[in-house]
């Protein structure tokens, strides 16, 4: 080894090491076990697929995961392929009405909300999950289907053990106060917007 490369390894040692000792001491100080609370919104692509990444590693440790998506339902997706045919052991549910936009029918949406989180609610009560995903839940606040006060209530007294994952545009300051981790996704490029098909395995 060169003089050079000599002195580059030590530098990057160096630097690797006080890396280590950081992080280190980061993971020590992260002393509470409990379940937590994940809210994935902003406007760009990847929310669902998160929650569903997460979704993936609970069943990696056999853990009991519950699903319940709204707005979606009409158009089949491929997670709700995999989970319904792939993982009998997931509880999953969709609100079955599609989008919005489709059924131009406020009554029925919020019927259907209303019994989708009914479900949720019980899930949100059931100790034996480990995970709960409510996909697409900020929209029934912010099209006003479902009461806020109560959902902040039932995810506040969920048990210490259970991890909920809230996806969705927007949410509210109340959703975000309540969660542990906010991630928001930016839209920076979209294929869609250049005219590009939703394709099967990536977008559906």
């Not at 390894?9 to 090491?17: I, L």
């Amino acid at each position: 080894m060169s003089s050079e490369q000599d002195k580059k390894q030590k530098t990057h040692q160096k630097k690797m090491e006080a890396l280590k000792e950081s992080i280190d001491a980061s993971v020590a100080a992260a002393d509470i076990d409990r379940g937590v609370g994940i809210l994935l919104t902003g406007n760009g692509k990847g929310k669902s697929s998160s929650a569903f990444g997460m979704v993936m590693r609970s069943l990696g440790y056999d853990y009991k995961v519950g699903v319940v998506q709204f707005i979606k339902g009409q158009q089949l997706s491929g997670e709700e392929i995999y989970v319904r045919e792939k993982c009998p052991s997931v509880t999953f549910h969709q609100m079955n009405t599609g989008f919005t936009w489709d059924t131009q029918d406020r009554s029925s949406d919020i019927a259907a909300a209303k019994t989708s989180w009914a479900i949720a609610e019980e899930m949100l009560q059931d100790e034996s999950y480990h995970l709960v995903v409510l996909d697409e839940l900020t929209y029934m606040i912010s099209f006003d289907y479902l009461d806020e006060t109560n959902i902040i209530k039932a995810l506040n007294n969920r048990p210490g053990n259970q991890s909920v994952v809230v996806t969705g545009r927007g949410g509210g300051s109340a959703l975000k106060a309540w969660a542990d981790t906010v991630s928001e996704i930016k839209d920076v490029k979209h294929a869609y917007n250049e005219g590009v098909m939703a394709r099967k395995g990536i977008d559906l």
